[in-house]
């Protein structure tokens, strides 16, 4: 018997009551380990009426009191660390290691909200006219509702709430359906670290759980991560129903080796980023441009780190990399390499045929390596989120910009190279949010701000940082006189200040 998950509202896991529940896997064994309940409209009002109720005693307790939660929230995440990572890696696939530094990257953000007091410090002028100050505030939006993918089921919802609600915001999160575990752990440990009931709330659940947060009229700003096409939707629906939203969407993430590049550094920089967590990361590295006469050797050098890639179960400490999410995912991603060479590419390494023994029904892909890919071959064009690491060649360094600009994405994109004059160019010409000098996967630490550019974001701010702390707060301008005697008198005209 597999146990069902429900929701987490108003400071207390509740069952579902919709009817409806959705499979959750363990993608190494391709078992369901658990049903998920799939929340009506009825229910994810109930969540965002807890969040309301939360919001005016949360939004004015002290900066005391919040920091206080938060610094037990992240005492408490530390010490139960292993045992989220377990979960994620129970029903992501991601193997172990990588999961705890998943956590690890998560706890980064929570590091950011204890020091919430100095990041909401404002601004006061004093003397600005004659007896006149002026002081800029910032103060909660309200109910903000996170949604968030099923590839960093911690990480992300980390990037979110944490910060949130040490604004003074309440909060509703819809994690993704396929491993929802690690955010009801998430919200539990809250809840033990003192976040009163109903200021984290979780729903489960999908797409419809998600467009009712988005029409809610008391929901009012949305952090969405996920797939572009449903992050460019989210964003249209929730700015016309009035919300402010942030929606990061997918990638295809360059990374440019110079013909100077350390090339085994370069090599083993494009197999981490390209298979770590089977590809199934937002900053992945999908293509390696390989400039000038470097190609060749590059290739070799990916190629023999590629074929020994240990790839198993996330709870075997042998296995670098775990399977893909689900089973559709893995067949969606094999006919990338499948249809590769008919589509004028060379497949370098194919992983398409990989079992791993003891593990038959498992969604298991080998990793692929594909060369000299066209820019009209579907495994160039598309995001694939998996396993597969194209390379494509460029004659010259401005032939590699441009190829990287021509992208519709802008996550991440990297440069390998020992030139600082070339790395420094690559670091102003490059149409991408985080750029990489030497460092494939540039996701930036928690105190400065993560998001992409062109299809990888819609909306102004990227998450966490100062970003992330203008995006749950509102801005407010109090200008202040305490008047004398000589300020008497009427006087229409627009005061001038003097
Ligand atoms: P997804 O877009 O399928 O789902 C994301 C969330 O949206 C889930 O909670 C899901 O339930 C919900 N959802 C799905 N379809 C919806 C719809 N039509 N309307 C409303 N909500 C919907 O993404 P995924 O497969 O879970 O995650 C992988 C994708 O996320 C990749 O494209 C990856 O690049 C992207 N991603 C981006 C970042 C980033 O920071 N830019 C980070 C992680 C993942």
């Given at each position: 018997?597999?146990?069902?998950?429900?929701?987490?509202?108003?400071?207390?896991?509740?069952?579902?009551?919709?009817?409806?529940?959705?499979?959750?896997?363990?993608?190494?064994?391709?078992?369901?380990?658990?049903?998920?309940?799939v929340a009506s409209p009825e229910e994810v009002d109930r969540a965002v009426a807890a969040a309301r109720e939360a919001l005016p005693a949360w939004a004015g307790s002290s900066l005391a009191r919040r920091t206080?939660?938060?610094?037990?929230?992240?005492?408490?995440?530390?010490?139960?660390?292993?045992?989220?990572?377990?979960?994620?890696?129970?029903?992501?696939?991601?193997?172990?290691?990588?999961?705890?530094?998943?956590?690890?990257?998560?706890?980064?953000?929570?590091?950011?909200?204890?020091?919430?007091?100095?990041?909401?410090?404002?601004?006061?002028?004093?003397?600005?006219?004659?007896?006149?100050?002026?002081?800029?505030?910032?103060?909660?939006?309200?109910?903000?509702?996170?949604?968030?993918?099923?590839?960093?089921?911690?990480?992300?919802?980390?990037?979110?709430?944490?910060?949130?609600?040490?604004?003074?915001?309440?909060?509703?999160?819809?994690?993704?359906?396929?491993?929802?575990?690690?955010?009801?752990?998430?919200?539990?440990?809250?809840?033990?670290?003192?976040?009163?009931?109903?200021?984290?709330?979780?729903?489960?659940?999908?797409?419809?759980?998600?467009?009712?947060?988005?029409?809610?009229?008391?929901?009012?700003?949305?952090?969405?991560?996920?797939?572009?096409?449903?992050?460019?939707?989210?964003?249209?629906?929730?700015?016309a129903a009035g919300k402010r939203v942030q929606a990061l969407g997918g990638a295809k993430n360059h990374m440019v080796v110079l013909p100077d590049a350390d090339l085994d550094l370069a090599a083993d920089g494009?197999?981490?980023?390209?298979?770590?967590?089977?590809?199934?990361?937002?900053?992945?590295?999908?293509?390696?441009?390989?400039?000038?006469?470097?190609?060749?050797?590059?290739?070799?050098?990916?190629?023999?780190?590629?074929?020994?890639?240990?790839?198993?179960?996330?709870?075997?400490?042998?296995?670098?990399?775990?399977?893909?999410?689900?089973?559709?995912?893995?067949?969606?991603?094999?006919?990338?390499?499948?249809?590769?060479?008919?589509?004028?590419?060379?497949?370098?390494?194919?992983?398409?045929?990989?079992?791993?023994?003891?593990?038959?029904?498992?969604?298991?892909?080998?990793?692929?390596?594909?060369?000299?890919?066209?820019?009209?071959?579907?495994?160039?064009?598309?995001?694939?989120?998996?396993?597969?690491?194209?390379?494509?060649?460029?004659?010259?360094?401005?032939?590699?910009?441009?190829?990287?600009?021509?992208?519709?994405?802008?996550?991440?994109?990297?440069?390998?190279?020992?030139?600082?004059?070339?790395?420094?160019?690559?670091?102003?010409?490059?149409?991408?949010?985080?750029?990489?000098?030497?460092?494939?996967?540039?996701?930036?630490?928690?105190?400065?701000?993560?998001?992409?550019?062109?299809?990888?974001?819609?909306?102004?701010?990227?998450?966490?940082?100062?970003?992330?702390?203008?995006?749950?707060?509102?801005?407010?301008?109090?200008?202040?006189?305490?008047?004398?005697?000589?300020?008497?008198?009427?006087?229409?005209?627009?005061?001038?200040?003097?």
């Amino acid at each position: 018997m597999t146990h069902t998950i429900g929701h987490w509202i108003a400071g207390a896991a509740v069952p579902g009551d919709s009817g409806r529940t959705l499979a959750v896997h363990d993608p190494a064994t391709g078992e369901e380990r658990a049903r998920l309940a799939v929340a009506s409209p009825e229910e994810v009002d109930r969540a965002v009426a807890a969040a309301r109720e939360a919001l005016p005693a949360w939004a004015g307790s002290s900066l005391a009191r919040r920091t206080a939660v938060l610094f037990a929230y992240r005492t408490l995440l530390d010490a139960r660390r292993e045992e989220l990572a377990r979960l994620i890696s129970a029903e992501h696939g991601k193997v172990f290691s990588d999961a705890l530094g998943e956590v690890a990257r998560g706890l980064e953000v929570v590091d950011l909200a204890c020091g919430v007091p100095q990041l909401l410090k404002g601004e006061l002028s004093t003397e600005v006219s004659a007896r006149v100050d002026v002081a800029s505030l910032r103060q909660p939006v309200g109910v903000v509702a996170g949604v968030t993918p099923f590839n960093f089921p911690a990480m992300v919802p980390l990037w979110m709430f944490p910060l949130a609600v040490a604004c003074g915001n309440t909060f509703v999160l819809k994690p993704s359906e396929k491993d929802p575990s690690a955010a009801m752990l998430l919200a539990s440990l809250a809840a033990e670290a003192g976040l009163p009931a109903g200021v984290l709330n979780v729903v489960n659940g999908d797409r419809a759980a998600v467009e009712r947060l988005l029409d809610h009229p008391e929901v009012a700003a949305v952090s969405f991560v996920g797939s572009t096409p449903v992050a460019r939707e989210v964003q249209r629906r929730a700015v016309a129903a009035g919300k402010r939203v942030q929606a990061l969407g997918g990638a295809k993430n360059h990374m440019v080796v110079l013909p100077d590049a350390d090339l085994d550094l370069a090599a083993d920089g494009a197999v981490n980023a390209a298979y770590g967590s089977a590809g199934e990361r937002c900053m992945a590295v999908s293509v390696v441009v390989a400039v000038g006469a470097i190609g060749d050797e590059l290739v070799a050098r990916i190629a023999e780190r590629a074929r020994a890639v240990r790839v198993g179960p996330g709870d075997d400490p042998a296995s670098e990399m775990g399977p893909l999410i689900t089973a559709e995912h893995r067949d969606r991603v094999a006919g990338y390499v499948q249809r590769a060479a008919a589509q004028g590419a060379e497949v370098v390494v194919d992983g398409t045929g990989l079992r791993v023994p003891g593990h038959e029904d498992g969604f298991f892909l080998g990793v692929s390596l594909l060369d000299r890919v066209p820019t009209a071959c579907d495994a160039y064009r598309d995001e694939i989120f998996g396993p597969v690491l194209c390379v494509v060649r460029a004659d010259s360094y401005e032939e590699a910009v441009t190829l990287v600009n021509a992208s519709p994405w802008g996550n991440g994109a990297a440069v390998f190279t020992r030139d600082g004059g070339a790395a420094r160019r690559f670091q102003l010409e490059v149409e991408a949010g985080m750029v990489g000098v030497n460092v494939p996967v540039p996701v930036p630490v928690g105190h400065h701000s993560f998001g992409g550019w062109k299809d990888s974001l819609f909306g102004d701010h990227h998450v966490y940082g100062e970003d992330g702390v203008r995006f749950y707060t509102r801005g407010k301008v109090v200008t202040t006189r305490w008047p004398d005697p000589a300020d008497a008198g009427v006087d229409l005209g627009f005061p001038a200040n003097r």
